[in-house]
């Protein structure tokens, strides 16, 4: 069997467009989280950049834009995190299941 039977069969395999759906639904997702939140934080940061130098406190020279910058770089970690888990798992089966349904 040469390269292009076997590139044929598997774009064929309905097994691989399922996993082509499901990771391209979860990473357009989560793209869409993570670009969201920093094109968020850059818009308050250009538009109203006195909700981020708040003060956390009365007397505090911590400011409400510290924790959330962080805590967008935490959330993109934990994404990044999240997709390991479904690239690694479920769409590892499926990769294998191709895999083994194509060299049959």
Do not use: C
Not at 5 to 30: C, G, I, M, S, W
Not at 48 to 70: D, K, Y
């Amino acid at each position: 069997m040469s390269d292009a039977d076997t590139y044929a069969r598997v774009r064929q395999n309905p097994k691989f467009h399922e996993l082509v759906k499901k990771r391209t639904r979860l990473a357009v997702t989560l793209s869409v989280i993570v670009l969201g939140s920093y094109y968020a934080f850059m818009m308050v940061v250009a538009f109203a950049p006195g909700i981020l130098r708040t003060p956390l406190s009365q007397g505090s020279n911590l400011t409400v834009g510290v924790p959330v910058g962080a805590a967008i770089i935490v959330v993109s970690w934990l994404l990044t995190g999240l997709y390991s888990h479904f690239a690694n798992g479920e769409f590892e089966e499926l990769n294998k299941d191709v895999v083994r349904e194509v060299l049959e």
